[in-house]
Nanobody
Framework: QVQLAETGGGMVQAAGSLRLSCAAS????????TSWYRQVPGKQREFVAF???????NYGDSVKGRFTISRDNAKNTVYLQMNELKPEDTAAYYC??????????WGKGTLVTVSS
């Protein structure tokens, strides 16, 4: 069994920063491509950022230039550095991990609230 632990969410004022972490543990031999998504109640889950095992990255248009995804393969952990936060970034943030065996997992989410 694989567990994903997302941490780092919280409340911050607009223009502030937060760093989210997604740590994989359990029966996992390594993580491959990993993404962050976010969701506001009543809306579809929105793509935020993506990183491959080779550290190639891609971002959603709404976060380009403000968010940075990174990873530490030795720790099976992926990060999302969020700068210049805006009230519209308020959402539950989820990591989506593909492991080395080809299985996929969603985290349980961490809430980010940005006040104006």
């Amino acid at each position: 069994q694989v567990q994903l632990a997302e941490t780092g969410g919280g409340m911050v004022q607009a223009a502030g920063s937060l760093r989210l972490s997604c740590a994989a543990s359990g029966s996992i031999t390594g993580i491959n491509n990993t993404s962050w998504y976010r969701q506001v109640p009543g809306k579809q889950r929105e793509f935020v950022a993506f990183i491959t095992s080779a550290h190639s990255t891609n971002y959603g248009d709404s976060v380009k230039g403000r968010f940075t995804i990174s990873r530490d393969n030795a720790k099976n952990t992926v990060y999302l550095q969020m700068n210049e936060l805006k009230p519209e970034d308020t959402a539950a943030y989820y990591c989506f991990v593909n492991d080395a065996a080809g299985r996929a997992y969603w985290g349980k989410g961490t809430l980010v609230t940005v006040s104006s």
